[in-house]
């Protein structure tokens, strides 16, 4: 049998480099990105875009740590089979499965409440009823194949960088607005502005989160060894470059003073190279949040499935749907959850959990690797390897990202 039909009661093997890349550029480029920059601007001004980079420099070490533990073990509940791996302990496997749960559906819930918001600018429909659409709507999307759900949301993901896009063209259209901007870039050798730059990082490493769920769909994907790490890198590299970019755009637009007071920085800087009206950006606001919801949905039902084929959760939510190949039960909880959170919660306040889950994820990921190459005297054949160093950076490094993330926030 192929390998991308997989076995028959089995998830299908049938995700491409670019469908892996599409997917994760879409959990990763998100909504936040068109607000950040605004943030982002009041806080380093004309240097933001050298904070998106330090904040890519960072997460790399992870990156280099999930490529190699994505082929050692391409299952889906990714994160949870790695510390089970390491530390082998039931109890420690099932709690960061369930904060990778928790922690995306936050996230998802939050996305479906600012894509109401969005919508809302040209229907008029009451919010609780409209983000139940827009999540149940979603759902339904999350539950087709893998391969027909993924490539939807990478088409709404080249629309959502579409629109990022848009805006790089409009500044390159005006490049004596960008050669008089470029050398405010680099700052000088004063103590307030890499305090600027550094405090502005610690906030980027949020528009980042997303790039680590493509773990995730390992199950799903073609050759994962070759795979997995080349999609990794890319997806971190690609946002790194766009966000940089798209940044430095925005500040040669708009002062960063005004960006920063800005609901809608993105867009005001759109509308100040183009002259086009912000009713543009924020339709594509609302693909990029819709996308957002998709594949959040497709990553929990996955990491679901994994818990439950693992014998952590029910054994229910490890069923999949004989015509899809996909876990539909596991999807539909997803939807439940999101929409609770979405309807009930304060997810203002819920929100700022997502991204401390994350880090808190990502030290335990690099602890894990750090325990299982510590205990092999050869490693598997045919597996990314990454230097013995890294981990060790990723640990710290997300540690020290985790005690300051309150304070990026503030």
């Known amino acids: 049998m192929p390998e991308e039909n997989a076995a028959a009661d089995g998830l299908r093997r049938s995700l491409s480099l670019w469908q892996v890349v599409l997917y994760g550029l879409g959990v990763t480029i998100g909504a ?20 998106f980079i330090a904040a890519a420099v960072l997460l790399s070490f992870t990156a280099g740590s999930l490529a190699e533990l994505g082929t050692r073990m391409p299952v889906s509940a990714s994160e949870a089979a790695y510390v089970q791996a390491g530390f082998s302990r039931k109890w420690l496997t099932l709690s960061v499965g ?4 928790g ?4 996230s998802a819930a939050t996305v479906s409440v600012g894509a109401a918001g969005y919508v809302a600018v040209f229907v008029t429909v009451p919010a609780p009823l409209l983000i139940a659409i827009i999540v149940i709507a979603m759902g339904l999307i999350a539950s087709l194949t893998t391969a027909q759900s993924v490539t939807l949301a990478g088409l709404m993901t080249l629309v959502e960088i579409g629109g990022l896009l848009a805006v790089l063209a409009a500044g390159l259209l005006q490049p004596p607005l960008l050669l008089a901007a470029l050398p405010t870039v680099l700052p000088a050798f004063s103590i307030d502005a890499w305090t600027g730059i550094i405090g502005t990082s610690l906030l980027a490493v949020f528009a980042f989160i997303g790039f680590e769920h493509v773990v995730n769909i390992a199950e799903e994907v073609r050759d994962p060894n070759k795979v997995l790490p080349r999609a990794i890198f890319l997806t971190l590299g690609l946002t790194t470059a766009l966000y940089a ?4 755009v ?6 960063p003073a005004e960006l920063a007071l800005s609901k809608a920085p993105l867009a005001l800087a759109y509308e100040r190279l183009s002259g086009h009206p912000l009713g543009v950006m924020s339709a594509i606001a609302i693909i990029a949040t819709l996308n957002g919801i998709v594949v959040h949905m497709i990553m929990i039902s996955r990491v679901l499935y994994g818990l439950s084929r693992g014998g952590e959760l029910p054994a229910g939510l490890g069923h999949l749907d004989p015509r899809t190949r996909t876990p539909v039960r596991a999807t539909m909880l997803a939807v439940v959850v999101i929409l609770t959170l979405a309807l009930i919660f304060p997810i203002e ?4 959990y997502t991204a401390q889950g994350t880090l808190a994820i990502f030290v335990m990921i690099n602890a ?6 510590r205990r092999e005297v050869t490693p598997p054949k045919d597996i ?4 013995a160093w890294m981990p060790y950076a990723g640990l710290i490094a997300n540690f020290i990202l985790l005690l300051t993330s309150g304070f990026a926030r503030d």
């Open 368 to 373: 894990a690797l750090i325990q299982i190459k």
């Open 250 to 255: 925005a500040i040669a637009a708009v002062a």
């Open 384 to 387: 990314f390897l990454t230097p």
């Open 103 to 106: 922690t995306a559906a936050i």
């Open 245 to 248: 970019a798209v940044v430095f």
């Open 349 to 352: 306040q819920l929100a700022q």
């Open 32 to 51: 936040g990105i068109y607000v950040l920059v605004g943030v982002a601007a009041g806080k380093s001004g004309t240097h933001a875009p050298l904070a």
């Open 98 to 101: 369930l904060i990778v749960v």
